[in-house]
């Protein structure tokens, strides 16, 4: 796909939270379709991993390794941030730093306000300082695009949608901590006129997921022949995006959105985790077959605290304003993210 920003530029873009899953297909998709310099700030935690930035700079070659640069920072740290701003002297920023996990911010809120709350006003005033010292024609195309999540807007029940203007309904530390961000980015637009985007995206599958999550961990515990822990009843339901459909949608609002808009992104797949779960069980049993079904490992465990019942997303305003929408078949992707745990 050819990105619609403009290539000859060598526009410099700023990445925030590149050593993680999103982030790093996002990095890796503009090292491969984009002559950008880019600057991963990331604190490097758990849950990063720059295998996938690293293969993808040694196959490209040429220079490649001069595009991009690693910047080591936390972003609850102000002056570290302030500097790291400094020295990527971005014209886009798309920042998905976060702590990402809604059972760690179950029993560890801190951090979730320190990286997602904190870190992200950290990054708004290093932005506010840059942004007010660019030239005239750099600043009519610096953009700042915050990427957060559908879960800002609570639960539904077995009918409905959520869509740009439903109302912020948060239920878990993960998701207020995302919200809180999601205002204070929108508030930066309103009272400093930092142009900004926001995106509101589904659960994300694909290759590189940390096993904590749902997908990685049900695939990784089956192979390990670990029982697979499954929430409650197995009837929450998610609306499920591949990684490569997110990294996608998220170049076209960076590039061709409306400041101060936000977009729902998602991938019209509702699935409960039962249908998630009997979906890897049944294909595990055809390309790694065992004596007993991989579906014997399936155990129901307590229900989380606050589980949201369903999650689902109308997508039709990014798909008319924007023309995105997910090209990549649930049901093949899952099998390809098996086969690369595999
Ligand atoms: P991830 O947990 O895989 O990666 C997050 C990255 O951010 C990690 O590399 C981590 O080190 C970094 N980070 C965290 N706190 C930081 C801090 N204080 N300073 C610097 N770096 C920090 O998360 P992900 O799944 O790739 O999610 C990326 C973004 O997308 C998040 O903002 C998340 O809220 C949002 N999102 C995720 C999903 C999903 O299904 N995974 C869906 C919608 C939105």
Avoid at 159 to 166: A, D, I, L
Avoid at 169 to 186: E, M, N, Q, T
Avoid at 202 to 214: D, I, R, V
Wanted: aromatic content about 10%; overall charge neutral.
């Amino acid at each position: 796909m050819e990105l619609s920003i403009n290539r000859e530029k060598n526009l410099r873009i700023l990445v925030t939270g590149g050593g993680g899953f999103i982030g790093g297909a996002v990095i890796r998709k503009l090292l491969l379709e984009s002559s950008f310099y880019i600057f991963n700030l990331d604190k490097l935690s758990y849950a990063s991993d720059l295998t996938s930035i690293n293969k993808t700079i040694s196959s490209l070659g040429g220079d490649c390794e001069e595009r991009y640069k690693l910047l080591k920072v936390d972003l609850s740290n102000s002056s570290e941030t302030h500097s790291a701003v400094k020295l990527a002297n971005p014209d886009l920023i798309m920042h998905l730093a976060a702590e990402s996990h809604v059972d760690k911010s179950i029993n560890g809120p801190v951090e979730f306000i320190k990286s997602n709350i904190l870190g992200t006003f950290n990054l708004l005033e290093a932005t506010r300082e840059h942004y007010e010292k660019l030239s005239y024609e750099r600043k009519s195309h610096f953009r700042f695009h915050h990427i957060s999540t559908d879960e800002v807007y609570g639960t539904l029940g077995i009918k409905g949608k959520f869509k740009e203007s439903s109302q912020y309904d948060p239920r878990s530390p993960y998701s207020a901590s995302k919200a809180s961000s999601d205002h204070l980015v929108k508030s930066w637009y309103h009272t400093f006129g930092i142009p900004i985007l926001v995106t509101n995206c589904s659960n994300n599958y694909g290759p590189w997921q940390y096993h904590e999550k749902l997908i990685p961990k049900i695939i990784i515990n089956a192979l390990n022949n670990s029982k697979i822990p499954i929430y409650g009843k197995g009837e929450n339901i998610r609306d499920w995006l591949f990684v490569r459909d997110h990294a996608d949608a998220l170049i076209q609002v960076v590039s061709k959105g409306v400041i101060g808009e936000n977009y729902c992104i998602g991938g019209n797949e509702e699935k409960t985790n039962n249908q998630i779960v009997e979906m890897i069980c049944n294909y595990l049993d055809k390309v790694k077959p065992q004596n007993n079904s991989y579906k014997n490992l399936i155990t129901y465990v307590e229900d989380r605290k606050g589980h949201d019942f369903r999650y689902s997303i109308d997508i039709s305003k990014i798909k008319k304003e924007l023309n995105w929408e997910p090209k990549y078949k649930f049901k093949d992707c899952l099998e390809l993210t098996v086969d690369w745990y595999i």
